[in-house]
C-alpha cells in the first residue's frame, strides 16, 4: 500500500516538458551543411533528444519515467540541438561535429534506453559511418571557411 501511495503522489510532482518554438531560420538544415539524406536518419534516430520538436510519448507523463526522459531530453538539447545549431559560435560547432562522430563511433548514441524502446531508432553501422563522414565534412568546412575569413 504505501509502494501505491508514493507512485500515486510522485505523479504530482511536475516535470516540464517543453518544445521550444523552432526559427527555421537558425536550424541547420538551412545552413547547406545537411545532406538531404541526413534528415531521414535524424528524423527517426535523433530527433527526439537533440530538437525543439520532442515528440512526448505517454510514458513521459507517468513519474518516475518521465524525469528519466526530461532529463535526457534537456541534456541532449543542451550537448546540440539542430533547431539552435546555428546560433553556435564556430567553435562550438566544431567541438559539436567532432563529437558527434566521436558518440557515432563509440555507439554511445543513439542512447541504449531510447533504443530499448524505440527499435527503429537503431542506427546501422553504414548510417553511422555516413553520419560520421558527414560531421567529420561539416567540422572541415567550417575550418575552410573560418580560414577564408567567412565564418
Given at each position: 500500500?504505501?509502494?501505491?501511495?508514493?507512485?500515486?503522489?510522485?505523479?504530482?510532482?511536475?516535470?516540464?516538458?517543453?518544445?521550444?518554438?523552432?526559427?527555421?531560420?537558425?536550424?541547420l538544415w538551412?545552413?547547406?551543411?545537411?545532406?538531404?539524406?541526413?534528415?531521414?536518419?535524424?528524423?527517426?534516430?535523433?530527433?527526439?533528444?537533440?530538437?525543439?520538436?520532442?515528440?512526448?510519448?505517454?510514458?513521459?507523463?507517468?513519474?518516475?519515467?518521465?524525469?528519466?526522459?526530461?532529463?535526457?531530453?534537456?541534456?541532449?538539447?543542451?550537448?546540440?540541438?539542430?533547431?539552435?545549431?546555428?546560433?553556435?559560435?564556430?567553435?562550438?560547432?566544431?567541438?559539436?561535429?567532432?563529437k558527434i562522430?566521436?558518440?557515432?563511433?563509440?555507439?554511445?548514441?543513439?542512447?541504449?534506453?531510447?533504443?530499448?524502446?524505440?527499435?527503429?531508432a537503431k542506427?546501422?553501422?553504414?548510417?553511422?559511418?555516413?553520419?560520421?563522414?558527414?560531421?567529420?565534412?561539416?567540422?572541415?568546412?567550417?575550418?575552410?571557411?573560418?580560414?577564408?575569413?567567412?565564418?
Amino acid at each position: 500500500l504505501v509502494l501505491i501511495a508514493v507512485a500515486a503522489i510522485i505523479q504530482f510532482i511536475p516535470v516540464k516538458k517543453t518544445n521550444p518554438a523552432v526559427d527555421p531560420a537558425q536550424t541547420l538544415w538551412t545552413s547547406g551543411l545537411v545532406p538531404t539524406g541526413f534528415q531521414t536518419i535524424f528524423q527517426r534516430s535523433c530527433k527526439d533528444c537533440h530538437s525543439n520538436l520532442t515528440t512526448w510519448p505517454w510514458y513521459s507523463h507517468v513519474a518516475p519515467v518521465s524525469w528519466m526522459v526530461t532529463s535526457d531530453v534537456n541534456g541532449g538539447r543542451s550537448h546540440f540541438n539542430i533547431d539552435d545549431a546555428r546560433t553556435y559560435s564556430s567553435e562550438k560547432k566544431q567541438s559539436r561535429f567532432t563529437k558527434i562522430c566521436e558518440e557515432l563511433k563509440s555507439g554511445n548514441m543513439p542512447d541504449t534506453k531510447y533504443t530499448l524502446i524505440h527499435r527503429s531508432a537503431k542506427l546501422t553501422d553504414q548510417e553511422r559511418t555516413e553520419l560520421c563522414d558527414w560531421a567529420e565534412a561539416a567540422r572541415q568546412a567550417l575550418v575552410r571557411a573560418e580560414a577564408a575569413g567567412h565564418p
